[in-house]
């Protein structure tokens, strides 16, 4: 929590960075135990009293994720959201060959499980 306002008028694209770094639950650099790259997750980083001056953009952040452990299926990033910063984390959504390999192969099994039962 940041008391007060933060000023934000000399930044510019990428200016700010926010170091991320995963921490086990006893808090040493390591994989996190309820990390899901594959799940949205949120976290609230700056919590400012008074808000800013100036008028931050999501790209006056970047996020340095070198020092996070765990494998990303997705990325970081940082949104405004009224007087603080917060931490996103956004999962890739699977591409549509993924989801036709998937379906298709719920079809083949479908269809060997069909065929078993008229053998049967």
């Known amino acids: 929590a940041v008391g007060g306002t933060v000023d934000v008028t000399a930044l510019t694209n990428g200016a700010f960075v926010f170091n991320l770094q995963s921490l086990t639950s006893s808090d040493t650099p390591g994989a996190l135990a309820s990390f899901n790259p594959n799940v949205n997750h949120m976290w609230q ?3 400012t009293s008074e808000g ?3 008028t931050p953009t999501s790209s006056d952040f970047t996020v340095n994720t ?4 765990e494998p990303l299926n997705g990325s970081f990033s940082i949104l405004i959201d009224g007087t603080n910063l917060d931490l996103v984390y956004t999962a890739a959504a699977p591409e549509p060959s993924t989801w036709a390999l998937l379906l298709g192969g719920a079809g083949l099994l479908g269809l ?3 065929a078993r039962r008229r053998l049967a």
Request: net charge positive.
């Open 45 to 47: 980083g700056v919590v």
């Open 112 to 114: 060997t499980l069909r």
């Open 66 to 69: 070198s020092q996070f452990s």
């Open 52 to 54: 800013f001056v100036g």
